[in-house]
C-alpha cells in the first residue's frame, strides 16, 4: 500500500485560481497526493459562510477536473482560526497557503502564511496566485459644485453659512 501524501490547502479569493491550480498538479505529479481545500469565509456569519461553501464548491468542481483527488470546505472568517479548526498533525502533512500578491493580500499584510506554520509546525508553502472574479465596478461619487470661496467656509462660524443657521447670530 502506497504512502498517500496530504496537503491542507488554505485560499479565499485564490481558490479556483489558476496559479494554484498549477501548483496543486506539480505537487500531485510528484508523489501520490491528496488535498483538502479550505476557504474562510469572507466575515462572521451565515451568509458569509454560504459564500465561502459555494466558492469552495466552484473550486473543487475545477480541481477534481484536472484530476486531483480533493476535498473542500467553508472554515472560519480568520484563516489562522480556520486551520487551528482543522488541524490535524496525524491528517495533513504540508500546508499551502495561496494570497494575491502584494499589498493587493490582507493575508500577507497580516503574515498569514508564517503564523500558520507557527501554529501547526509544519512547512508552509506559499502560492501567489490572481482574483478569477470579475472586478466590481461602480460610479464614481457625484460631487456637489460648489463656489469659489467654499474652501473658506470652515473659517465661518462652525462651518456654515447664515443662511443655514437659520438667521441665528
Known amino acids: 500500500m502506497a504512502f498517500t501524501y496530504s496537503f491542507l490547502v488554505v485560499a479565499k479569493r485564490t481558490a479556483d485560481s489558476d496559479e494554484l ?27 458569509a459562510r454560504e459564500e465561502a461553501e459555494s466558492v469552495a ?41 495561496s494570497t494575491l500578491p502584494g499589498a493587493a493580500s490582507k493575508w500577507l499584510q497580516f503574515d498569514v502564511p508564517h503564523r500558520i506554520a507557527r501554529v501547526t509546525g509544519v512547512p508552509v508553502r506559499h502560492v501567489l496566485a490572481s482574483d478569477r472574479r470579475e472586478p466590481e465596478h461602480s460610479a464614481p461619487p457625484t460631487r456637489e459644485r460648489s ?23
Not at 491550480?21 to 451568509?47: H, I, W
Not at 463656489?147 to 447670530?169: C, F, K, M
Open 21 to 47: 491550480l498549477e501548483a496543486l498538479r506539480q505537487l500531485a505529479a510528484e508523489r501520490p497526493t491528496r488535498f483538502t481545500l479550505l476557504v474562510p469565509a469572507a466575515a462572521p456569519g451565515p451568509g
Open 57 to 97: 464548491a466552484a473550486a473543487h468542481g475545477r480541481l477534481r477536473e484536472a484530476g486531483l483527488e480533493v476535498e473542500c470546505r467553508a472554515g472560519h472568517h480568520d484563516p489562522v482560526d480556520a486551520v487551528t479548526d482543522v488541524w490535524d498533525p496525524k491528517e495533513y502533512d504540508e500546508i499551502v497557503v
Open 147 to 169: 463656489g469659489v470661496l467654499s474652501p473658506l467656509s470652515v473659517l465661518t462660524w462652525g462651518g456654515r453659512s447664515e443662511g443655514d443657521r437659520g438667521g441665528a447670530p
